[in-house]
């Protein structure tokens, strides 16, 4: 029952990922005030995490992100807006 959840939440994240890359532009607006933080466009799983984020302009934005190093390597951290 598990494994068939997690590929239901699984399918269900790929295609609202699908979607945010059709509807999001090819550019970026950074956001005023702040040089390393930029607009994006975030699918989330089912608690609200962001797992996949694309930049995209103010009007498609859902969260607002910014790089980060962490102890993995280069992250994202992103905030709803």
Avoid: W
Wanted: charged residues 10%; hydrophobic residues 45%; contains cysteine.
């Amino acid at each position: 029952m598990k494994s068939r959840f997690a590929a239901l939440a699984a399918t269900f994240t790929l295609l609202v990922f699908a979607g945010a890359i059709a509807a999001s532009p090819a550019s970026a607006d950074p956001v005023p005030g702040s040089p390393n933080k930029f607009y994006a466009s975030c699918a989330v799983d089912l608690s609200g995490v962001p797992v996949g984020c694309l930049e995209t302009d103010e009007v498609h934005a859902t969260h607002i992100c910014q790089y980060v190093m962490t102890g993995f390597g280069l992250g994202l951290d992103c905030i709803q807006r």
